[in-house]
């Protein structure tokens, strides 16, 4: 909290009214549930966004990237969307959609900093969304829920800066916890915590990084997600009625002449993997950690040979992982970096999946990186006021 003050202070030459603190999010089972309105399974990343807001008296918006010495800048009247300005266009949405929804606000100056800014993709771009919103709330606009603003975030990065994201992943950041992962029925936007006791666990769940380039899936699955929406549109003009993701899978096999065999496979895989979320909550509630393993290696095979939206580096990790005895299962996580995966394994194999990393990296030039994952840290908020501190 400290440093992202401190270097709000360099840039902008005054100490900043708010400070937010959001945790990254990753989703280990169900990502691609919203499809079909079914459940998902997520979890604090051990990363975080910092978002530090101050308040100008002119009509410009000042942005630091800190982490990248990144500078942005836009008058508040005339907001655009404008590519080359990248990250900015988060922070421009978030404006807009405030704007549209009768929040106007004054203008400010913002810093950026946090560990999760090294990373790529959704996750990254959710969290400047959301955090930028939550701290405009905090400079001006306190009667906003929390949930307001998540919505707020979704819209500014979904509509005004046509970025792919998830209404649950903003959800989530909210609600993350170190003790616990979150299973959220997407239909109703509710959730249930899992206890996750990491001290307890006689398996270890490791982050590996597959140091692919953070392109190397992401037109995949961008196209596998356009797919999916497709398929799931004439899905629910076949059966209007009634939770599509109660869907049998009889019924959808029985189809004929409506849906594409293309359309019928992407719509089995997403309905399982939402069932599978689901599953693999309650088997990690009841503590059975071999049952939930089976199901993180039932999701890989899924997105390797039915989505195809693996690669072979990735294919190569898991496989590696799965051949090892005290290996429970192992699967991609596509909110991570680009080629994260989950591995379930005993204490004792984690010395010998090292070895196995290092023949990895002779073979893909590749030098992985793994640590164990810790759930850690929550959303935060801080308002400097005359010299107090309050948290909201």
Same mark, same amino acid.
């Given at each position: 909290m400290?440093?992202?003050?401190?270097?709000?202070?360099?840039?902008?030459?005054?100490?900043?009214? #708010? #400070?937010?603190?959001?945790?990254?999010?990753?989703?280990?089972?169900? $990502?691609?549930?919203?499809?079909?309105?079914?459940?998902?399974?997520?979890?604090?990343?051990?990363?975080a966004? $910092?978002?530090?807001?101050?308040?100008?008296?002119?009509?410009?918006?000042? =942005?630091? %990237?800190?982490? %990248?010495?990144?500078?942005?800048?836009?008058?508040?009247?005339?907001?655009?969307?404008?590519?080359?300005?990248?990250?900015?266009?988060?922070?421009?949405?978030?404006? *807009?959609?405030?704007?549209?929804?009768?929040?106007?606000?004054?203008?400010?100056?913002?810093?950026?900093a946090?560990?999760?800014?090294?990373?790529?993709?959704?996750?990254?771009?959710?969290?400047?969304?959301?955090?930028?919103?939550?701290?405009?709330?905090?400079?001006?606009?306190?009667?906003?829920?929390?949930?307001?603003?998540?919505?707020?975030?979704?819209?500014?990065?979904?509509?005004?800066?046509?970025?792919?994201?998830?209404?649950?992943?903003?959800?989530?950041?909210?609600?993350?916890?170190?003790?616990?992962?979150?299973?959220?029925?997407?239909?109703?936007?509710?959730?249930?915590?899992?206890p996750?006791?990491?001290?307890?666990?006689?398996?270890?769940?490791?982050?590996?990084?597959s140091?692919?380039?953070?392109?190397?899936?992401?037109?995949?699955?961008?196209?596998?997600?356009?797919?999916?929406?497709?398929?799931?549109?004439?899905?629910?003009?076949?059966?209007?009625?009634?939770?599509?993701?109660?869907?049998?899978?009889q019924?959808?096999?029985?189809?004929?002449?409506?849906? *594409?065999?293309?359309?019928?496979?992407?719509?089995?895989?997403?309905? *399982? $993997?939402?069932? =599978?979320?689901? $599953?693999?909550?309650?088997?990690?509630?009841?503590?059975? %950690?071999?049952?939930?393993?089976?199901?993180? *290696?039932? #999701?890989?095979?899924?997105?390797?040979?039915?989505?195809? #939206?693996?690669?072979p580096e990735?294919?190569?990790?898991?496989?590696?992982?799965?051949?090892?005895?005290?290996? =429970?299962?192992?699967?991609?996580?596509?909110?991570?970096?680009?080629?994260?995966?989950?591995?379930?394994?005993?204490?004792?194999?984690?010395?010998l999946?090292?070895?196995?990393?290092e023949?990895?990296?002779?073979?893909?030039?590749?030098?992985?990186?793994?640590?164990p994952?810790?759930?850690?840290?929550?959303?935060?908020i801080?308002?400097?006021?005359?010299?107090?501190?309050?948290?909201?």
């Amino acid at each position: 909290m400290k440093q992202i003050a401190e270097l709000h202070q360099l840039e902008h030459e005054e100490k900043p009214k #708010v #400070v937010v603190t959001v945790p990254g999010v990753y989703t280990f089972l169900g $990502e691609f549930a919203d499809y079909c309105k079914g459940y998902t399974l997520c979890g604090a990343a051990p990363l975080a966004l $910092e978002v530090a807001i101050s308040p100008r008296t002119d009509q410009s918006v000042r =942005l630091f %990237m800190a982490p %990248m010495k990144d500078r942005k800048r836009f008058n508040l009247q005339n907001i655009k969307f404008r590519r080359e300005d990248r990250w900015a266009n988060f922070i421009k949405g978030v404006v *807009s959609v405030l704007n549209g929804r009768g929040f106007t606000t004054g203008a400010f100056n913002v810093t950026l900093a946090g560990d999760l800014l090294s990373k790529d993709g959704a996750m990254v771009n959710s969290a400047i969304a959301l955090g930028v919103t939550l701290a405009i709330r905090g400079q001006y606009h306190h009667d906003l829920t929390l949930e307001d603003c998540a919505a707020i975030a979704y819209s500014a990065l979904s509509t005004f800066a046509n970025e792919d994201c998830r209404l649950v992943m903003f959800l989530a950041m909210l609600q993350v916890r170190h003790d616990s992962l979150l299973l959220y029925d997407v239909h109703h936007l509710t959730f249930e915590r899992i206890p996750y006791e990491v001290s307890a666990n006689s398996h270890v769940a490791l982050i590996v990084e597959s140091r692919i380039s953070p392109h190397a899936l992401r037109e995949e699955l961008a196209i596998r997600r356009r797919e999916s929406k497709l398929a799931f549109d004439h899905l629910r003009a076949i059966f209007p009625s009634g939770l599509i993701r109660d869907i049998s899978e009889q019924d959808i096999k029985e189809t004929v002449g409506t849906l *594409s065999e293309e359309e019928k496979r992407i719509c089995l895989y997403v309905l *399982s $993997e939402s069932k =599978l979320a689901k $599953e693999g909550a309650r088997l990690l509630a009841q503590k059975d %950690m071999v049952l939930y393993g089976k199901i993180l *290696s039932r #999701v890989q095979a899924g997105l390797r040979d039915v989505f195809e #939206v693996t690669c072979p580096e990735i294919d190569w990790l898991t496989k590696r992982a799965i051949e090892l005895n005290g290996c =429970l299962g192992a699967t991609m996580i596509t909110t991570g970096s680009s080629g994260t995966i989950l591995v379930l394994l005993s204490r004792e194999s984690i010395a010998l999946y090292i070895t196995r990393m290092e023949e990895y990296e002779h073979i893909f030039g590749f030098r992985p990186t793994w640590k164990p994952y810790v759930p850690v840290g929550s959303l935060k908020i801080h308002s400097y006021n005359n010299g107090h501190t309050s948290n909201k």
